[in-house]
């Protein structure tokens, strides 16, 4: 059973470009969770998507950034017009249900360098 | 607003002592508490998780401690091996929705 997959692994992109990072979830969990890491900081929440529908979307900036999580293929989180404060490791979680305590399966991350 | 902080950025522990990992939250409205394991270019992985009617959780070489008073818990790692060097990283969680993250702590095992 395949773990959850992030591609790419490694993204460059010059400011103003756009960025796009992919998250297929575990087989069976409907429910994808993106989280930003800057150097040396923890995990910070972006967005909770449940098939079709954002759920929570209260971590993402007002502009530029945006996701979704189609009915068939994978989440995609969505970065437009780049900037270097955006270089950062995105990190995408799934879960088959969110039940309390339910832990969250994290991909190995997509780390986006912008020059 | 840092509701979940990881005073100690990093620690040093010899193998086979005791491995004591600390953090403190600010609301008292999270329900669940969880310990995640982080390597280098790799995703967080869980460890263990403990209610907030609870006190302790043990699993293992793994144990967590509430003290909600004190809004403070503790990851223990008894007896601490060489694999156990990583980033660890407390995490709160309100009505099983989002998880709020603390800065993480370094943990590194001498032989």
């Known amino acids: 059973n395949a773990g959850v997959m992030q591609n790419p692994r490694h993204l460059v992109r010059r400011r103003g470009q756009e960025a796009r990072l992919r998250c297929s979830p575990m087989k069976g969990h409907s429910h994808v969770y993106w989280y930003r890491q800057l150097p040396e900081e923890g995990l910070k929440f972006m967005v909770y998507?449940?098939?079709?529908?954002?759920?929570?979307e209260s971590g993402m900036p007002k502009e530029r950034f945006s996701a979704e999580f189609p009915k068939e293929g994978p989440s995609i989180l969505r970065i437009q017009q780049v900037v270097r404060g955006d270089s950062a490791a995105y990190f995408c979680?799934?879960?088959?249900?969110?039940?309390?305590?339910?832990?969250?399966?994290f991909g190995n991350g997509t780390r986006l360098t912008v020059t | 607003d840092q509701q979940v902080k990881q005073n100690s950025p990093s620690l040093s522990v010899q193998e086979g002592r005791i491995s004591i990992l600390n953090c403190d939250y600010t609301?008292?409205?999270?329900?669940?508490f969880l310990w995640y394991k982080k390597y280098p270019a790799e995703g967080p992985t869980f460890l263990i998780s403990i209610s907030s009617i609870k006190d302790k959780n043990e699993d293992g070489r793994f144990t967590v401690f509430l003290n909600k008073s004190a809004k403070h818990l503790s990851l223990h790692i008894v007896p601490s091996q060489p694999g156990d060097s990583a980033v660890y990283f407390c995490?709160?969680?309100?009505?099983?929705?989002?998880?709020?993250f603390g800065q993480g702590t370094r943990l590194t095992i001498n032989p």
């Open positions: 995490a709160a969680e309100i009505r099983a929705q989002k998880l709020v």
């Open positions: 609301n008292s409205m999270f329900d669940y």
């Open positions: 998507l449940q098939k079709e529908n954002i759920i929570d």
């Open positions: 979680a799934s879960s088959p249900d969110r039940g309390l305590g339910s832990p969250l399966h």
